[in-house]
C-alpha cells in the first residue's frame, strides 16, 4: 500500500472505533460490544484534557491528536524499508539490520505499546492538572506516554492490517510463522493498483463518516440537520 493509503486506513480505522465506542457507550449500550471496544480500549482521546471531556477545545484538540498519532502509527512499520515515506522524513530506517515485512510488522511491539497504555492509566488519568501562573502545567507523565504509545500502537496494527490487504500478506506472529492476508484473493491487490484506489475510497468515506459522526455527537451540528 501507497503510504497515503497507509495513513488513511489508520485514520479511518481510529476514527470508527471511537465513534463506535461513543455510540455505544453513550447510546444506551449495547450488550457485548461495550465490552468489546472497552477491551480493545477504544476510549474518548485523553491527552491534554485529561477527565475524558469530549466537548469544548481541548476534547477536539485530543481527539485530533488521537487522530494524527495513529496516523504516524499507520507509517512506522515501514521504518524497515529504506525508501518508506517515514523512513525518509525521519532520515532513519532500520533496513541495514532487519529485512522489510519483518519485526516491524509483526503485532507483539504494539500490543505491548497498547499495554503499555492500561498499565500507565492504572496511576491515574490526569495529565495536566492545570497551569499555574508561571505557566508551567503539571503533568503527570506516565499516562501521558501512555496515551501517545496507545494510539501509535493502533496506528502500527492498523498498517499491519492493511498490508494484509496485499498479495503476499504478513507474517504478523513472525517470520517461522505462515503470512496472513485480511481479504479473499479477489479484493488482494499489488501496491499502487486500481484496487488500492477503491480501497483509498472507501477508507475516505468512513473517515469523513467517523469525523462528521463524532462532531454530531457533539452537538455541533444541532440546527443544521433538525
Ligand atoms: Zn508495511
Same mark, same amino acid.
Do not use: C
Given at each position: 500500500?501507497?503510504?497515503?493509503?497507509?495513513?488513511?486506513?489508520?485514520?479511518?480505522?481510529?476514527?470508527g472505533?471511537?465513534?463506535?465506542?461513543?455510540?455505544?457507550?453513550?447510546?444506551g449500550?449495547?450488550?457485548?460490544?461495550?465490552?468489546?471496544?472497552n477491551?480493545?480500549?477504544?476510549?474518548?482521546?485523553?491527552?491534554?484534557?485529561?477527565?475524558?471531556?469530549?466537548?469544548?477545545f481541548?476534547?477536539?484538540?485530543?481527539?485530533?491528536?488521537?487522530?494524527?498519532?495513529?496516523?504516524?502509527?499507520?507509517?512506522f512499520?515501514?521504518?524497515?524499508?529504506?525508501?518508506?515515506?517515514?523512513?525518509?522524513?525521519?532520515?532513519?530506517?532500520?533496513?541495514?539490520?532487519?529485512?522489510?515485512?519483518?519485526?516491524t510488522?509483526?503485532?507483539?511491539?504494539?500490543?505491548?505499546?497498547?499495554?503499555?497504555?492500561?498499565?500507565a492509566?492504572?496511576?491515574?488519568?490526569v495529565?495536566? =492538572? +492545570?497551569?499555574?501562573?508561571? /505557566?508551567?502545567?503539571?503533568?503527570? @507523565?506516565?499516562? !501521558?506516554?501512555?496515551?501517545?504509545l &496507545?494510539?501509535?500502537g493502533?496506528?502500527?496494527?492498523?498498517?499491519?492490517?492493511?498490508d494484509m490487504?496485499?498479495? =503476499? +500478506?504478513?507474517?504478523?506472529? /513472525?517470520?517461522r510463522?505462515?503470512? @496472513?492476508?485480511? !481479504?479473499p484473493?479477489?479484493l488482494? &491487490?499489488?501496491t499502487?493498483?486500481?484496487?488500492?484506489?477503491?480501497?483509498?475510497?472507501?477508507?475516505?468515506?468512513?473517515?469523513?463518516?467517523?469525523?462528521? /459522526?463524532?462532531?454530531?455527537?457533539?452537538?455541533?451540528?444541532?440546527?443544521?440537520?433538525?
Amino acid at each position: 500500500m501507497k503510504f497515503r493509503t497507509h495513513i488513511m486506513t489508520a485514520a479511518a480505522v481510529t476514527a470508527g472505533g471511537i465513534l463506535l465506542h461513543e455510540e455505544i457507550t453513550q447510546g444506551g449500550g449495547i450488550e457485548g460490544w461495550e465490552a468489546w471496544t472497552n477491551w480493545v480500549g477504544f476510549h474518548t482521546p485523553n491527552f491534554l484534557t485529561g477527565n475524558g471531556e469530549e466537548g469544548g477545545f481541548w476534547g477536539v484538540i485530543d481527539y485530533a491528536l488521537a487522530l494524527l498519532v495513529a496516523s504516524i502509527g499507520g507509517l512506522f512499520p515501514d521504518i524497515d524499508h529504506k525508501n518508506s515515506y517515514i523512513s525518509n522524513k525521519l532520515h532513519f530506517s532500520t533496513a541495514w539490520f532487519m529485512k522489510h515485512r519483518g519485526p516491524t510488522h509483526t503485532i507483539y511491539m504494539y500490543l505491548g505499546m497498547i499495554g503499555f497504555y492500561w498499565y500507565a492509566t492504572s496511576f491515574g488519568t490526569v495529565h495536566f =492538572s +492545570g497551569f499555574d501562573f508561571s /505557566g508551567r502545567a503539571e503533568v503527570n @507523565y506516565l499516562p !501521558l506516554i501512555g496515551e501517545f504509545l &496507545f494510539w501509535l500502537g493502533i496506528g502500527s496494527l492498523l498498517h499491519i492490517f492493511g498490508d494484509m490487504h496485499t498479495t =503476499s +500478506g504478513v507474517r504478523i506472529f /513472525g517470520a517461522r510463522m505462515r503470512a @496472513y492476508r485480511t !481479504l479473499p484473493s479477489f479484493l488482494i &491487490f499489488s501496491t499502487g493498483g486500481g484496487k488500492e484506489s477503491i480501497f483509498m475510497f472507501l477508507y475516505t468515506a468512513l473517515f469523513l463518516y467517523s469525523v462528521l /459522526g463524532h462532531f454530531e455527537g457533539l452537538g455541533l451540528f444541532t440546527g443544521l440537520f433538525s
